[in-house]
Nanobody, 116 residues
Framework: QVQLAESGGGLAQPGGSLRLSCAAS????????LGWYRQAPGKERELVALISSGGTANYADSVKGRFTISRDNAKNTVYLQMNSLRPEDTAVYYC??????????WGKGTLVTVSS
């Protein structure tokens, strides 16, 4: 079992920044890929960014150049640095961990609101 706990959400102004954190616990040795997803009101959950155990990152086109995903294996934590925030970035952000056995675990989410 893997437990994931997000933190760092809140209110930001357009053009501002926030950093999200996701702490993993439990069977962390089994985690292969960590990622961030988001779900805006009335929309489906969508991929934001992924990072492999080796540090390879991939991003959705909508956040490339603005968001950065990183991973601290010593702290069992994945981060999402969000810069140049836009109102359309408003969503609940979820952390997901995928094990080497392709089982997915989700955090409970953290709300990010971008508004002036």
């Amino acid at each position: 079992q893997v437990q994931l706990a997000e933190s760092g959400g809140g209110l930001a102004q357009p053009g501002g920044s926030l950093r999200l954190s996701c702490a993993a616990s439990g069977s962390i040795f089994s985690i292969s890929i960590l990622g961030w997803y988001r779900q805006a009101p009335g929309k489906e959950r969508e991929l934001v960014a992924l990072i492999s155990s080796g540090g390879t990152a991939n991003y959705a086109d909508s956040v490339k150049g603005r968001f950065t995903i990183s991973r601290d294996n010593a702290k069992n934590t994945v981060y999402l640095q969000m810069n140049s925030l836009r109102p359309e970035d408003t969503a609940v952000y979820y952390c997901k961990g995928r094990t080497f056995g392709s089982r997915d675990y989700w955090g409970k989410g953290t709300l990010v609101t971008v508004s002036s």
